[in-house]
């Protein structure tokens, strides 16, 4: 399945293509709560809630242990640049 151009607003991709826009980053579904999305990297974690209207991004331990870093991106933003925002890090 071929994905829209990466400067197409992320409300423009049809669910699946949405979904393996997170797989391809190695973002990892919750089996319970399909809409939340969790993806490790060696440098940083975060859980991915697709909201409504929104795609939130919890960074966990962002600022030390126990505090979180959350960040809402609308998806009215383009693909590429939620990629450059999110899948970078805290």
């Known amino acids: 399945m071929a994905l829209p151009s ?3 607003p992320l409300y ?3 669910l699946p293509d949405i979904e393996q826009w997170l ?3 190695s973002c ?3 089996p319970e709560a399909l809409h939340c999305w969790h993806v490790v ?3 940083w974690q975060a859980d991915l809630i697709l909201e ?3 795609l939130v991004v919890r960074y966990l331990n962002a ?3 126990g505090q979180d ?3 809402v991106f609308k998806y009215s933003l383009s693909r590429q640049d939620l990629d450059e925002a999110i899948f970078s890090g805290p």
């Open 6 to 8: 990466a400067d197409t």
């Open 12 to 14: 423009n991709h049809p």
């Open 23 to 25: 797989r391809d980053h």
């Open 28 to 30: 990892q579904q919750d």
């Open 41 to 43: 990297t060696p440098d």
């Open 52 to 54: 409504i209207d929104s």
């Open 63 to 65: 600022d030390g242990p």
């Open 69 to 71: 870093l959350q960040r």
